[in-house]
């Protein structure tokens, strides 16, 4: 193959190019933020047909994917939202190299805390600002610009590379990337997923989501004997999950990689009235000191004690999202390459770890493709007030991923 014979050149040649779209690469970034496409509830048509028009624009190929209604419905989405994703192509020949990245943003929090509005994708300083600059707008624009180098410099590309952008990833990626693949829709031979500039990821920690629901009697506030209040067993509660996080889960110095977090606490509807029903949700990562059967076992445990502290109201737990760690080899040729990749670009020493975060490229583990974490961003900047990009990272990244697509497909 001709490229093997002058490697050097055609990496040098796609990196210019990468380079002269830069700042074609960011506005079609800030585009991107300028959408809104917060989950719940998941509006993504507008987002869809931009990138297909951006796809025609470019010589691309593009196929979109609506989940069908019943599946949303039955995974209790909102039936009026329709769930398209779109898959944007160049190449015929294997390997199937897929590049995936999800359309969906968390919500923005208190918009008053927002120095820069989430929805304008200001420039500023070096960096692009917004709900999803970073996760997972930013990871988008890297792979769509890396494939586009690749495109304009190879004119017919040695193997077929996809940008897959599927919805729903925020919230477990059921109705997403996983049923998609599933229907075979997303089939590949590789797949590199939405992950982080100055960290490749060769597989995660385990993922465990409870639900805790308290269920009492209401009445007036002004006759709170009459009623049965929720509050003495939610505090129960949150009191008994803060001293097993620090007993049980929490090292000595002060660190785990296992983790809990109460995401998500809700009592009460009106002030004049005793709070009949409470709810909390948690987000366990489990590392490799715990295991997931040991962790619902004595959370169980906890409800079961506030059962029986609080005989009056009714407490039940649920276990909406769980799976358990997995990861691939990281001599893996594929981990290895991207790996590599990183290392000659940043001229930097890369770490290879296991993510503390979901990704949908776990759906594609599970199937026994082989997939890596990699793109722009940098951990601790995701769902964060005042998210960003940082330029910088946006360019390395972008070349990163081109130059592994390469490495992959000359040996």
Request: glycine letters at 8%.
């Amino acid at each position: 193959m001709a490229i093997r014979n002058d490697l050097r050149t055609v990496k040098t040649n796609i990196f210019r190019r990468i380079d002269e779209t830069f700042p074609q690469q960011c506005s079609f970034l800030q585009q991107l933020i300028r959408i809104e496409t917060v989950n719940p509830p998941g509006k993504y048509e507008e987002i869809m047909k931009f990138l297909s028009s951006f796809a025609a624009e470019n010589g691309l190929r593009s196929e979109i994917f609506e989940t069908p209604q019943q599946k949303c419905v039955d995974a209790g989405l909102d039936a009026n939202e329709r769930r398209l994703s779109i898959k944007i192509t160049e190449g015929s020949s294997r390997p199937r190299i897929l590049l995936l990245a999800h359309a969906d943003t968390v919500p923005i929090g208190d918009r008053v805390l927002w120095k820069h509005d989430p929805f304008k994708g200001e420039m500023t300083e070096g960096k692009i600002y917004g709900r999803g600059a970073c996760d997972c707008k930013g990871r988008i624009a890297g792979y769509v610009f890396a494939l586009l180098a690749l495109k304009r410099e190879l004119k017919s590309l040695p193997c077929e590379v996809s940008v897959a952008v599927t919805v729903d990833e925020e919230i477990g990626g059921e109705t997403g990337a996983k049923y998609l693949l599933d229907e075979k829709m997303l089939d590949c031979d590789l797949c590199i997923g939405e992950g982080y500039t100055w960290e490749v990821f060769h597989g995660f920690k385990g993922l465990l989501w409870f639900r805790i629901t308290i269920k009492g009697v209401t009445a007036h506030g002004s006759t709170p004997h009459l009623g049965i209040s929720v509050v003495p067993a939610l505090e129960d509660i949150l009191t008994q999950l803060r001293e097993y996080r620090e007993k049980k889960l929490t090292s000595s110095d002060g660190l785990s990689d296992t983790t809990m977090n109460v995401g998500i606490v809700h009592a009460g509807s009106k002030i004049n009235m005793v709070p009949d029903l409470a709810t909390v949700e948690i987000d366990c990562r489990v590392g490799s000191n715990h295991k997931i059967k040991q962790i619902i076992a004595e959370v169980s445990e906890i409800v079961k004690r506030a059962k029986d502290a609080n005989p009056k109201v009714s407490i039940t737990l649920d276990v909406p999202n769980k799976s358990e760690p997995i990861s691939m080899d990281p001599q893996h040729s594929l981990v290895k390459t991207v790996h590599s990749a990183a290392e000659e670009v940043t001229n930097r020493k890369i770490p290879v770890t296991l993510w503390f975060a979901h990704s949908d490229t776990l759906h594609f583990l599970n199937k026994g493709i082989p997939s890596v974490n990699y793109g722009a961003g940098r951990a601790g900047v995701a769902h964060i007030t005042d998210e960003y990009i940082d330029l910088e990272d946006l360019k390395l990244s972008t070349k990163i991923v081109a130059l592994s697509i390469l490495k992959l497909t000359t040996g």
